[in-house]
């Protein structure tokens, strides 16, 4: 019995500690300006592509009404980060990567309804961590036209998440009736 009590707390210490020093989250770790630079396009560019579906996918019109607003809000960031990323000798890029593409996938097989629900929800949690990621880097971005983009973007980004936010709040209010 001894033996048992005393592998299972050895057990629980390494799990903690695996657990105390496990990789934060992308959104939790301190980014380079350049992975900035990456991050932001790749929102933009997904965020972009996204709206861009919704314009055939989309059922409620409050859905299509926001994404037309993400799409033209997001390409003009887009233009706006790479402004400032080769004032500053950072390199854009200019397609999604495997992730993003994985990202933008399922919904692809979505319509309608379907697509409004999945859309919304990727809509509130995608413009949570971006928020969080440009609030960090508005404070800690090495370069002053970097950390000024971060800035200037982040009202936009706070628009984008209320508004996300409120659509959620109408899709929970319409499932109740």
């Not at 200019?94 to 994985?102: E, Q, Y």
């Not at 996938?105 to 971006?130: S, W």
């Not at 928020?131 to 880097?137: I, N, S």
């Amino acid at each position: 019995m001894y033996v048992k009590r005393m592998l299972s707390a050895g057990c629980c210490f390494i799990v903690c500690c695996f657990a105390a020093h496990a990789p934060k989250k992308h959104a939790a770790a301190a980014m380079t300006d350049q992975q900035f630079v990456i991050f932001a396009a790749e929102t933009d560019m997904t965020e972009a592509h996204l709206a861009q579906m919704a314009a055939d996918r989309a059922s409620a019109q409050a859905v299509k009404t926001y994404a037309q607003m993400l799409a033209t809000d997001h390409t003009s960031d887009y233009n706006q980060l790479s402004t400032v990323a080769r004032k500053a000798n950072l390199t854009v890029p200019n397609g999604l990567d495997p992730t993003h593409d994985k990202m933008v996938l399922p919904f692809q097989a979505l319509k309608g309804a379907a697509f409004d629900a999945r859309y919304i929800h990727e809509m509130v949690a995608g413009h949570t961590n971006a928020v969080a990621v440009y609030t960090r880097e508005a404070a800690n971005a090495r370069n002053a036209d970097v950390k000024a983009y971060a800035n200037q973007a982040l009202p936009t980004l706070q628009k984008h998440l209320d508004g996300a936010k409120d659509l959620s709040k109408g899709t929970r209010s319409r499932k109740k009736r």
